[in-house]
């Protein structure tokens, strides 16, 4: 059989109704779907006819089978919005004719198409939900041909067959149900090669589904709409402060408010306003620590602190007592000189080295220098 060659139309009327529908554009990620539909054949009876006259015939009529079912299993990634590569099975049918002959004789001959391909897809989105593509690819395909002959007809090759990659090219267009579930309107060429060294075109006009692997596409959240009551005259949280000023909706129920809504820290780290060996005196990062402090203090008026001043272990405890009175009296007056109320400071306290927040020593009893260090200290303390 040469030059099979195919006409076929595609109802695409189908998809004229959902392209109004709105929907998310597919997502990169792999695919995978089948295809089934009508595969057809221009049988070339000229030829046939022209061979079996060059025998010595005088009369041939021919009777052809030239459509079938066809039908591709196909998998796929897609690269992005326009561009997929999509490979798969393709069983194109059966298709044959019988010739019968005068003097009295007949010949039968079929064939049978099917392989494997590989395409390039490029895709045209026309809304979110329905794009048109077009594929170019390869196709490796077995064709096996069966011929039978009676009466004084000749057959001397009953049973060829070939293997051979060829070109193939098609259109469609895709309709997403889902974001996960899409169908699919195909019109395809195939370009085969017979048994026998012909050549000749099948064409597959077919339907079917395609399943995205993967999640779901995440939906944005949009942010909360603007109320549109006035927001200086509303406190949905009830803790005395209006809408407009309140940083911290929804402050629990209980606790120590701010003049910006805000729970009032119940405490104050200071990270160790820490001193040198047996000095009083504050040192440069000291002050540092001790003017954020004053800010907290500044921001939340309500606030009450213990002013407690500590030692590490060397000394007696007479004198690590005064020493640490002396550092706590240092971060009072410096708190005080800077607008602190006094009135919301207690003590000046010193608790000598009774409260260390580290080890004065090892555990095997030699002396700790880092330790010490971090006891020798002053410390705020918030009172609830």
């Known amino acids: 059989m040469e030059n099979l060659k195919t006409s076929g139309t595609l109802g695409l009327a189908i998809l004229a109704v959902l392209a109004s529908s709105n929907a998310l554009a597919a997502e990169p990620g792999f695919y995978g779907g089948i295809n089934v539909g009508q595969s057809m054949a221009t049988i070339d009876d000229e030829r046939i006819t022209s061979n079996l006259l060059s025998q010595g015939f005088t009369g041939v009529s021919i009777a052809d089978d030239d459509r079938d079912v066809g039908f591709k299993i196909f998998g796929g990634y897609q690269i992005n919005r326009y561009f997929a590569i999509e490979g798969g099975y393709v069983n194109l049918g059966e298709f044959g004719y ?4 005068t003097p009295a004789g007949t010949m039968t001959g079929n064939i049978e198409l099917q392989g494997v391909n590989l395409d390039v897809v490029g895709i ?15 196709l490796y395909a077995e064709a096996k041909d ?17 293997r051979d990659t060829n070109y193939k090219f098609g259109v469609g267009l895709q309709y997403d149900i889902t974001e996960k579930l899409g169908m699919r309107l195909e019109a395809e060429r195939y370009r085969i090669d017979d048994a026998i060294g012909n050549k000749g075109d099948i064409d597959l006009a077919s ?12 939906t944005p959240i949009g942010p909360a709409p603007t109320p549109v009551a006035d927001c200086s005259s509303l406190d949905d949280d009830g803790d005395g402060v209006n809408n407009c ?15 910006d809504g805000c729970p009032v820290p119940l405490t104050i780290d200071l990270k160790g306003v820490n001193f040198d060996f047996d000095q009083a005196t504050l040192r440069p990062d000291g002050v540092v620590i001790l003017d954020e402090a004053i800010s907290i203090l500044g921001r939340y008026p309500e606030l009450r602190v213990e002013v407690a001043g500590h030692t590490d272990s060397i000394g007696s405890d007479e004198y690590n007592q005064g020493l640490s009175e002396r550092r706590a009296r240092t ?3 410096y708190l005080t000189s800077h607008g602190i109320d006094a009135g919301r400071l207690m003590g000046p306290n010193g608790y000598g080295e009774s409260r260390p927040i ?12 880092e330790g010490r260090a971090r006891n020798r200290r002053s410390e705020l ?3 609830n």
Do not use: H, M, W
């Open 98 to 101: 019988t010739a019968t002959t």
């Open 124 to 138: 045209l989105p026309f809304t979110e939900k329905l794009s048109a593509f077009a594929r170019a690819g390869v």
């Open 146 to 162: 069966t011929f039978t002959s009676t009466g004084l007809v000749i057959n001397t090759n009953p049973n060829p067959s070939k």
């Open 207 to 218: 339907i079917g589904l395609v399943y995205r692997f993967g999640p779901l596409a995440q």
């Open 245 to 259: 000023d309140d940083k911290c909706p929804g402050s629990q129920a209980g606790q120590t408010i701010g003049p």
């Open 331 to 333: 971060v009072y007056d």
């Open 358 to 369: 580290a080890p004065n020593t090892n555990p095997d009893g030699s002396d700790n220098p």
């Open 381 to 383: 303390n918030v009172q």
